[in-house]
């Protein structure tokens, strides 16, 4: 027994399954890129975190040299009577929200780690290689905790959608981030001085983590999420290092690197790049739209019943949905609908933009939610030549990956960025709440196109409508 | 470990992360955004390490905090990943399912 004890504490075995760990976490992630393998992946990488944190448990110092060691296990069940339920109850629409929420508090975690570091280990004889990746885990985790926050509350709707910018915001957002750099290297060169620590690394970092994120606007979220979402994986393999710690290296540099290659991919989808982002303001100032160009048309609104016959007697169907779906909750009523238009022998087919909604993969999420069979689902370079030859296109909430200003004006903020070209189609019902211009906040010649009727309301009720008409036909 | 073997160890890790997301289909972007989110909460370790050091109200309060919004962001991360990617689990079985099947399979419209 005691043998065994001694064997499951040595340094030796705890590395070991450190190794095992992160190689279960390479392996998972490798799973979780194709549909197949996603589930399991997702659980062996799981797997691969419950033994890293088993095996640090296991170290009996972590146990030994502390008078309160029951408060980890206060943490670690606080954390999962918060996370579990969080993670269950969440909405599929609310998802973007949650994913935001739980990489801010994993740049918190790292932000907080940092400071205890400060106040224990700095000023002896911590050497500067743990000093100074401790500090700049410090920074990057604040401002990944307060960018993160801020981007909950934008696509909760606690905060303005729009973006909210200050003259001479950029000014100010080098001038906060070089003072946290400059408080870094006091603090790294010998000054131990807490209210440095907490002033100029600490609340300077989360200053300009509100400050980058705000100006931002709601149509960007999904990527700076995932940028955010690299700043935390890098932030927590600076902390493995300050810590001596393998298992955090390896995660925490991989999921910064993973991310930062999502973080492209999402940002080349929308023809935007990651500096223009983050340098602010989608729309913002820039956005006086489209300079000369006047829509001038008027916009022709219809019924549910015109609308069931159009979509009866077409042979293929195009459905666009965007995040108004998701709002609405219309996910099985489209679902319904689909199946009733089969049922008279209708094609339905739904066009997939790669960042509608609010983030890529939303809307697969939500359609594979309500049972659409996945080969239905088209990713727009499929789906685009089809138009030619789609009889209706509907839109459901979806309005600036549809806006064909994307291709036609050049003075649009959103110019270059790939559409899905559902003003190809012979006709297109779009379904809106209301007139209101997009997240983006621009507006949209589509709907002033003559092809073009408006069915007005909500998402679910109009589609619900709609496929009673097309029923009673 | 010496300095240089934790940043040859950090650059190869992060070579590892870009060869194995570099292709992704854009159906599983945010199912793996979710999944790497949740490995990152690996932070928690740090709080787990640090929590014999600390002294005094202040320091247990943060490491409690730390440790607590570590789990919350592993736990939570890993849960809300299997829930998206279970949505998807049902497509192998193509035509079988697509007439009449489906809908009686619990799910009805509007959750």
């Known amino acids: ?473 | 470990m010496s300095t240089v073997t934790e940043i040859a160890i950090l650059v190869l890790a992060a070579f590892v992360g870009f060869e194995v997301i570099s292709k992704v289909p854009n159906t599983l972007h945010t199912p793996l955004m979710s999944g790497t989110n949740a490995i990152h909460g690996i932070v928690l370790l740090g709080g787990l390490l640090l929590m014999h050091e600390a002294h005094g109200v202040l320091e247990h309060v943060l490491l409690v905090i730390a440790i607590t919004f570590g789990t919350i962001n592993v736990i939570g991360g890993f849960f809300v990943t299997d829930r998206m990617l279970g949505m998807f689990k049902r497509k192998p079985d193509p035509v079988a399912a697509e007439r009449d099947g489906a809908s009686a399979d619990g799910k009805g419209p509007g959750q």
Not at chain 1, 100 to 125: K, P, Q, S, T
């Open chain 1, 1 to 473: 027994m005691i043998h065994t004890a001694v064997f499951l504490q040595s340094t030796n075995f705890i590395d070991a399954c450190y190794i095992a760990a992160f190689a279960l976490f390479i392996y998972g992630m490798s799973g979780l890129t194709g549909p197949r393998t996603a589930v399991p992946g997702n659980k062996i990488a799981a797997a691969g975190m419950a033994l890293a944190v088993v095996a640090t448990l296991l170290q009996k110092h972590v146990w030994d040299g502390s008078s309160t060691p029951w408060l980890i296990v206060v943490g670690l069940l606080l954390g999962t009577a918060v996370g579990i339920p969080a993670a269950r109850q969440v909405r599929m629409t609310a998802m973007p929200q949650m994913v935001a929420l739980f990489n801010g508090v994993g740049g918190g975690a790292v932000a907080l780690i940092a400071w205890i570091e400060f106040r224990h280990r700095f000023g002896g004889d911590y050497p500067l290689k743990s000093e100074i990746p401790s500090l700049l885990a410090a920074i990057i985790g604040s401002i990944s905790f307060w960018g993160s926050n801020i981007a909950f509350g934008k696509l909760q709707e606690i905060l303005p959608g729009r973006p909210l910018k200050l003259p001479g915001q950029s000014l100010i957002n080098g001038a906060l981030f070089l003072v946290t750099i400059a408080s870094a290297i006091i603090l790294a060169a010998g000054t131990h001085s807490q209210a440095l620590f907490i002033l100029g690394i600490l609340v300077a970092a989360a200053i300009l983590g509100n400050m980058v994120v705000l100006p931002i606007g709601g149509a960007d979220m999904p990527v700076v999420i995932s940028l955010l979402n690299a700043f935390t994986g890098l932030s927590a393999g600076l902390t493995g290092i300050a810590l001596n710690n393998t298992a955090l290296i390896v995660a925490g540099m991989i999921v910064g690197a993973s991310g930062t290659i999502l973080t492209n991919l999402m940002a080349k989808a929308m023809n935007r790049s990651v500096p223009a982002i983050v340098a602010g303001g989608f729309g913002g100032a820039v956005a006086a739209p489209a300079a000369g160009v006047d829509h001038g048309g008027t916009v022709r609104s219809t019924s549910a019943q015109d609308v069931a016959i159009q979509l009866s007697y077409a042979r293929l169907v195009v459905i666009a949905p965007g995040y108004g779906m998701a709002v609405a909750q219309a996910q099985h009523a489209v679902r319904e609908l689909e199946r009733a238009l089969e049922a008279k022998g209708v094609e339905v087919r739904f066009a997939i933009h790669p960042v509608a909604g609010r983030m890529p993969g939303h809307m697969n999420v939500l359609l594979a939610e309500a049972d659409v069979p996945y080969e239905n689902l088209k990713e727009m370079d499929e789906i685009n030549p089809e138009f030619a030859r789609t009889d209706v296109t509907l839109v459901i909430g979806a309005n600036d990956v549809t806006n064909p200003a994307a291709k036609n004006e050049p003075g649009s903020p959103i110019y270059g960025m790939p559409i899905l070209e559902v003003d190809q189609s012979h006709s297109v019902i779009v379904l809106k709440r209301s007139m209101a211009s997009g997240f983006a906040g621009i507006d949209n010649p589509l709907f002033y196109d003559p092809k073009t009727a408006m069915l007005f309301g909500d998402a679910k009720q109009s589609v619900s409508d709609i496929t009673s008409e097309v029923q009673a036909l």
